[in-house]
């Protein structure tokens, strides 16, 4: 099952607005990470922030972590059409014995130009 | 470096047959893990090797198995396929590196996509 819900499900804007998008958790972690995925294709990571890292900035992104409330926000600022795809947050419970995540539910991404 | 190679890319199937799809990680990555993706189920969790063994199994049926070569080339196998095995499946691999590897990012391939008919 999935350990996470992301909302919105679904987001439309135009060109040039900043997009957010939500992450809930279930159990403690020790990364959150978010990925990006075009047209039922591959993943590609974007940003990995640590459970003991409230914010970090990544190019047009910017990424929070509270893990007193179990959630992560996603930004994009200035968003371009090439930004369309699916977001999805993955958590990483954190062990020397593991790489496996756990994947939060997505949020499609719509730009319009 | 090349990224992670999934083969095939695309593959139809009959309810009852076995399908086997290939994963090759990035070079220097030992651990692979596996993902189906669906829309009703979303990303869930295969399994995950790392030097040949296995560590991690999701909540899948026994149908579902896979395994880790010496070259770290991992492959998964589905027997007696049904409907809803249809899905993208995407191979991840991930280098584990002294005291980082538990900050890791996974390199994702492109999935192969399986449709069971």
């Known amino acids: 099952s999935q350990q996470g819900e992301e909302d919105p499900q679904a987001l439309s804007i135009q060109e040039g607005e900043n997009a957010t998008m939500n992450c809930s958790y279930k159990t403690s972690i020790n990364n959150l990470q978010w990925y990006r995925q075009n047209s039922g294709r591959g993943l590609v990571h974007l940003i990995l922030i640590r459970s003991n890292e409230r914010e970090k900035h990544s190019g047009r992104l910017r990424v929070t972590l509270d893990t007193s409330k179990k959630s992560s926000s996603l930004l994009i600022t200035a968003s371009r059409a090439a930004d369309t795809a699916s977001y999805f947050c993955a958590t990483a419970r954190g062990s020397y014995n593991t790489d496996k995540l756990i994947f939060g539910t997505g949020t499609r991404l719509q730009v319009f130009p | 470096k090349a990224g992670v190679t999934q083969t095939p890319r695309y593959l139809i199937k009959t309810r009852g047959q076995q399908v086997t799809l290939s994963c090759s990680p990035i070079?220097?990555?030992?651990?692979v893990s596996w993902y189906q993706q669906t829309p009703g189920q979303g990303l869930q969790f295969l399994f995950e090797y790392f030097s040949e063994t296995q560590r991690n199994k999701g909540n899948f049926p026994g149908r579902f198995s896979g395994r880790q070569f010496s070259n770290s080339r991992s492959e998964m196998n589905v027997s007696t396929l049904e409907l809803g095995d249809s899905a993208l499946y995407l191979c991840?691999?991930?280098?584990?590196?002294?005291?980082?590897?538990?900050?890791?990012?996974?390199?994702f391939g492109q999935g192969t996509r399986l449709t069971v008919v």
């Open positions: 070079s220097g990555h030992r651990s």
């Open positions: 991840a691999s991930s280098p584990r590196r002294g005291i980082e590897r538990m900050n890791t990012e996974a390199f």
